[in-house]
Each structure stands twice: as structure tokens, then as C-alpha cells.
């Protein structure tokens, strides 16, 4: 009967340690979610102003591309 009622004691202990532990699991996961998003969005942040200037850097050579031509038409007239 002594043994019945500590392996109860202990099945009981375990199962609080189990719901502790897991609660701490879904915070940590729950924090690493948080840091995950945050440095994405960081990572947005500071590529947007990079993809920015590529693109106008794209658009300023086809620019200058084009005045190139105009103007090699001009010099051929």
C-alpha cells in the first residue's frame, strides 16, 4: 500500500513537472516567434531602401543609355 501511494506521489510530481515544463516550451516559443518576426521586419527595413536605390540606379542607366542614343542620332545628322 506505501508503495501504491508513492508511486502516485511520484506519477503526480512528474505530471506537474510535464505541464511546467511545457508551459515553459510554448513561452520560449512563443518569445523566439516574437524575436523571429522582429528581425524580419528588420530585415524588410533595411532591404527596401537597398532594392530602392538598385532600382533607380536601373532606371537612370537606361536613362543615360538611352540619351546616348539620341544623341548619337544627333551627331549623325
Known amino acids: 500500500e506505501g508503495q ?6 511520484l506519477r503526480e510530481e512528474l505530471e506537474d ?5 511545457q508551459a515553459e516550451v510554448s513561452s520560449t516559443q512563443e518569445l523566439l516567434k516574437t ?3 522582429e528581425l ?3 530585415r524588410s527595413v533595411t532591404s527596401d531602401p537597398e532594392k530602392r ?5 536601373s532606371r ?3 536613362k543615360i543609355n538611352d540619351l546616348v542614343q539620341s544623341l548619337r ?3 549623325a545628322e
Open 4 to 9: 501504491r501511494e508513492e508511486k502516485k506521489r
Open 17 to 21: 513537472r510535464a505541464e511546467m515544463l
Open 35 to 37: 524575436a523571429q518576426d
Open 40 to 42: 524580419y521586419e528588420q
Open 53 to 57: 536605390m538598385e532600382e533607380k540606379e
Open 60 to 62: 537612370l542607366s537606361l
Open 73 to 75: 542620332g544627333v551627331e
